[in-house]
């Protein structure tokens, strides 16, 4: 059974970091495109930052470029996300997800299968 668990939410002041994890079960995240997603107060759900499933091509967002890193942990079956220089822009919130598909367009919500529940982010002074 696929399941997603997010975690590292927090409030932050602008200009902080975070970390949010994906802990992954029911599939190998070595072989799966892992990816982030955001959702904003009235806004619909924006592609972050994905993995694509061949270990290849990592997608961002051109709001997040320089700022957030992505990466796989196959040892512990994680997906972090490192979030630097934390703007109120980027407050939302971050769920992870999966799909299964073995071709998909990269960081396409509609195309990702498996999601988590989401963790909250907030910059805010």
């Known amino acids: 059974q696929v399941q997603l668990v997010e975690s590292g939410g927090s409030l932050v002041q602008p200009g902080g970091s975070l970390r949010l994890t994906c802990t992954a079960s029911?599939?190998?995240?070595?072989?799966?495109?892992v990816g982030w997603f955001r959702q904003a107060p009235g806004k619909g759900r924006e592609g972050v930052s994905c993995l694509n499933n061949g270990g290849g091509a990592t997608y961002y967002a051109d709001s997040v470029k320089g700022r957030f890193t992505i990466s796989r942990d196959s040892a512990k079956n994680t997906v972090t996300l490192e979030m630097n220089n934390l703007q109120p822009e980027d407050t939302a919130i971050y769920y992870c997800a999966v799909p299964m598909a073995l071709r998909y367009r990269l960081c396409a919500s509609d195309e990702y299968e498996y999601w988590g529940q989401g963790t909250q982010v907030t910059v805010s002074s």
């Open positions: 029911g599939f190998d995240v070595r072989y799966y495109g």
